[in-house]
């Protein structure tokens, strides 16, 4: 079954929810290594794009311009550093959706491991680093190393939701190599990494979508 427009603006409307329902302890993760304002920062920025998302005309719009759509909106909501990682990985999504009228689930694939790679071109940081890097970058490997073995695309999410939790709680032991928590040094250290907790919601939502459309 195809992924079309429509699809993505639920897909988009539910990242959103999801993200809302963690804005708080996300801002706790937040306030123990950074700034605090995490939570508040991925919940604007979510919310802007759901809503600029579902504003588009279905039968008008392709998939690569709910991606655009998406990117415009969380940069213009979000002036944390977050902002331009997640609208790096919008728009190389929309990039990977580039001509398609519906996504092939190769297609969705392949726009979900184009996230990840944007966001570690965007912010450079390498895996170890305590960054949100930690939980995207495992969770794209894993899901386009099962995909390229046969594996159905829910189960290929499944293992990508999986990756990004380890990577996530991996980020507990490290010092930070990248944005404000590397100043902080061995403080940080017992901490997970807020940016790879939003990460987490995200692909987990990402997952539940490729699970519910296989019925
Ligand atoms: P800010 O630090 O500007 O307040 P946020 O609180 O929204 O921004 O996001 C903090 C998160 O951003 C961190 O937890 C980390 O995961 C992520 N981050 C910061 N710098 C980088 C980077 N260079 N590459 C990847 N992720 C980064
Ligand atoms: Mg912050």
Known sequence: ??????????????????????????????????????????????????????????????PTAVFNTAAKAF????????????????MRAGAAAKDRLELTDDDFLRAFAAMAQGIQERGKAEPGEKTMVDAWKPAADAALEAWQSGTPLPQCFE?????????????????????????????????????????????TAMAKFTRHRDG
């Open 159 to 203: 293992m990508a939701e999986r990756s990004a939790r380890q990577g996530c709680e991996a980020t507990r032991d490290m010092t930070a190599a990248k944005g404000r928590a590397s100043r902080l040094g061995d403080r940080v250290i017992g901490h997970i990494d807020p940016g790879a907790a939003s990460a987490v919601v995200i692909i």
């Open 75 to 90: 940069l213009n909501a979000v002036g944390a550093s977050s902002g331009p990682l997640y609208a790096t990985a919008f």
């Open 1 to 62: 079954m195809m992924i079309a427009t429509k699809d993505l603006q639920h897909l988009f409307a539910q990242i959103a929810e999801d993200i809302s329902a963690q804005r708080d302890h996300l801002c706790e993760l937040d306030g123990a290594i950074g700034d605090g304002d995490h939570g508040l920062a991925m919940d604007a920025g979510c919310e802007a794009a759901a809503k600029a998302v579902g504003a588009l005309d279905s039968a008008q719009a392709a």
